[in-house]
Nanobody, 132 residues
Framework: QAQLVESGGGSVQAGGSLRLSCVAS?????????MGWFRQAPGKEREGIAF????????YYADSVKGRFTISQDNAKNSVYLQMNTLNPEDTAMYYC????????????????????????WGQGTQVTVSS
């Protein structure tokens, strides 16, 4: 069964950086799909924060991370990355990698969706803790 495995979480001080990685295992190719990151802080709803179509386009950022986080992908490694800079305590959350199930060709000037029901494959999450 397809799996997504996240890594790179940890504890940092405010202003610091982390890079999250998400690798698709089990021999599945995640080309031509939207992949990206959600996060969930204690007591809050899961929030979609950054997504990319693995063809390299369709990038979406939530306003809460725009300008600080950068999503990228490497199809050869079936991987998606999230570079997180200028972290603040409000970024503390469990971060989940997700992918939609079916390959598709994204339309020009279209972004990957940021809502949960669109994504059918999920990782187990990696914790990010930012201290002030």
């Amino acid at each position: 069964q397809a799996q997504l495995v996240e890594s790179g979480g940890g504890s940092v001080q405010a202003g610091g950086s982390l890079r999250l990685s998400c690798v698709a295992s089990s021999g599945y190719s995640y080309s031509s799909r939207c992949m990206g990151w959600f996060r969930q802080a204690p007591g809050k709803e899961r929030e979609g924060i950054a997504f990319i179509h693995t063809g390299g386009s369709g990038i979406y950022y939530a306003d809460s991370v725009k300008g600080r986080f950068t999503i990228s992908q490497d199809n050869a490694k079936n991987s998606v990355y999230l570079q997180m800079n200028t972290l603040n305590p409000e970024d503390t959350a469990m971060y989940y990698c997700a992918s939609n199930l079916r390959p598709f060709t994204i339309r020009p000037s279209t972004s990957c969706p940021g809502y949960q029901p669109y994504y059918g494959v999920w990782g187990q999450g990696t914790q990010v803790t930012v201290s002030s």
